[in-house]
C-alpha cells in the first residue's frame, strides 16, 4: 500500500512541476496574444518594425531601434537579442574552457586534498547571489577592463560576459566533473597498462568517454546565460546598440529590458504587449535550445556507445 501512496505522491510532483511551466507559458502568452487584434496597438506599433528596419523622421536610413519612451515609440526587438546572444556566446567561449578544465583537473590530476578544496570552492560560487556578482562587475571588472582594453565605454559586453562567466563555470564544472568520475576506471587502467602516458589517457579515453555529461553541462550553462538577468542589467551598460560584432560597445539584453521596464508601465499598454512578447520568445528560444541539446547528447551517446 505505502508503495502505491508513495508512487502516487511522486507522480503528483512531477505533474505540478509540469503543469506549473505551463501555467507559466499559458499566463505569459495571455498577455501578449492581444497585440494581434488590439485597436490601440495596432494605432501605435507595427508588427513590421517589430523585426524589420525602418527610417523613422531624422534618421538616414533605416535602423534598428529599440525607444519604446520615445515620439513616436520604436519597439525593434532585434538591438536585444542581438546584445543578449552577444554577452551569452562571450560568456560561454570563457567559461567552456575553464569548466571544462577545472573538471579535468579535479577528475584525473589534483591529489585527493587538492580536491577536497577545489571542488568545493568552485560549486561556492553558484550559491553567490547574481546581484553580488552584478555589483562586482560594476565596481571593479568594469574599471580593470576598461584600463587593459582601452574600451571607450566603461560597461560593454565584455564586461557583462566576464560577470556572467563566473555564473557559469560552477554549472559546467559540476556536471562535466561528475560525467569524467563516473567513466570506468577500468578504460583508463587498460590504457595505461599498454604505455599511453596520462594526458593521452586524459584526451584520448576518459573525455571521449565522458562527452554526453559534459556537452549535457555546456547545454545547461547556456541556458543559464541566456536567461540571466541581473548581471546583464548591472554590468552591460544598458544601451540597445545594433553593432553585432563590435564587443567593445554597450547592449541591452531581453531580460534586462523586460527587468527594467516592466513595472513603468501601464497594464495592457503597447509596451506591455511587446514585454510579453519578448517573454515567450525567450521561453520558446530557451525550450527550442534545450531540446535540440538534449537530441545531440542523445545522439552522441548513442553513437559512442555503438562504438
Known amino acids: 500500500m505505502w508503495h502505491r501512496v508513495a508512487e502516487k505522491v511522486i507522480t503528483f510532483m512531477a505533474l505540478t512541476a509540469v503543469a506549473a511551466i505551463v501555467l507559466i507559458f499559458v499566463f505569459i502568452g495571455r498577455e501578449a496574444v492581444p497585440m494581434f487584434w488590439e485597436a490601440e496597438f495596432a494605432h501605435e506599433v507595427s508588427l513590421q518594425d517589430l523585426v524589420f528596419a525602418r527610417q523613422w523622421n531624422g534618421y538616414d536610413e533605416p535602423v534598428y531601434i529599440w525607444q519604446p519612451v520615445g515620439t513616436p515609440p520604436k519597439y525593434n526587438i532585434l538591438p536585444l537579442f542581438v546584445g543578449a546572444l552577444k554577452v551569452t556566446l562571450l560568456a560561454m567561449m570563457?567559461?567552456?574552457?575553464?569548466?571544462?578544465?577545472?573538471?579535468?583537473?579535479?577528475?584525473?590530476?589534483?591529489?585527493?586534498?587538492?580536491?577536497?578544496?577545489?571542488?568545493?570552492?568552485?560549486?561556492?560560487?553558484?550559491?553567490?547571489?547574481?546581484?553580488?556578482?552584478?555589483?562586482?562587475?560594476?565596481?571593479?571588472?568594469?574599471?580593470?577592463?576598461?584600463?587593459?582594453?582601452?574600451?571607450?565605454?566603461?560597461?560593454?559586453?565584455?564586461?557583462?560576459?566576464?560577470?556572467?562567466?563566473?555564473?557559469?563555470?560552477?554549472?559546467?564544472?559540476?556536471?562535466?566533473?561528475?560525467?569524467?568520475?563516473?567513466?570506468?576506471?577500468?578504460?583508463?587502467?587498460?590504457?595505461?597498462?599498454?604505455?599511453?602516458?596520462?594526458?593521452?589517457?586524459?584526451?584520448?579515453?576518459?573525455?571521449?568517454?565522458?562527452?554526453?555529461?559534459?556537452?549535457?553541462?555546456?547545454?545547461?550553462?547556456?541556458?543559464?546565460?541566456?536567461?540571466?538577468?541581473?548581471?546583464?542589467?548591472?554590468?552591460?551598460?544598458?544601451?540597445?546598440?545594433?553593432?553585432?560584432?563590435?564587443?567593445?560597445?554597450?547592449?541591452?539584453?531581453?531580460?534586462?529590458?523586460?527587468?527594467?521596464?516592466?513595472?513603468?508601465?501601464?497594464?495592457?499598454d503597447p509596451h506591455w504587449r511587446v514585454l510579453f512578447m519578448l517573454g515567450v520568445l525567450l521561453f520558446a528560444v530557451t525550450f527550442v535550445l534545450n531540446v535540440i541539446g538534449d537530441l545531440a547528447i542523445r545522439r552522441l551517446q548513442k553513437r559512442l556507445t555503438a562504438a
Open 94 to 268: 570563457m567559461s567552456v574552457p575553464l569548466g571544462i578544465g577545472a573538471a579535468l583537473f579535479v577528475a584525473l590530476y589534483a591529489p585527493r586534498k587538492v580536491r577536497e578544496v577545489v571542488k568545493p570552492m568552485v560549486e561556492l560560487l553558484a550559491g553567490i547571489p547574481s546581484v553580488v556578482l552584478g555589483f562586482f562587475a560594476l565596481m571593479l571588472v568594469a574599471t580593470w577592463a576598461q584600463d587593459l582594453f582601452g574600451f571607450r565605454f566603461r560597461l560593454n559586453a565584455v564586461v557583462a560576459a566576464i560577470a556572467l562567466s563566473l555564473t557559469i563555470v560552477p554549472v559546467i564544472f559540476t556536471i562535466a566533473e561528475d560525467a569524467l568520475q563516473a567513466v570506468p576506471r577500468s578504460l583508463s587502467e587498460a590504457a595505461l597498462a599498454l604505455g599511453a602516458r596520462k594526458y593521452q589517457v586524459a584526451l584520448r579515453v576518459v573525455v571521449p568517454a565522458a562527452i554526453p555529461g559534459i556537452a549535457a553541462g555546456v547545454v545547461l550553462g547556456f541556458g543559464r546565460a541566456i536567461g540571466e538577468t541581473m548581471i546583464v542589467l548591472m554590468a552591460s551598460g544598458n544601451a540597445a546598440i545594433m553593432e553585432p560584432f563590435n564587443f567593445a560597445t554597450s547592449v541591452r539584453t531581453v531580460t534586462a529590458s523586460i527587468a527594467a521596464e516592466l513595472g513603468e508601465i501601464a497594464v495592457g
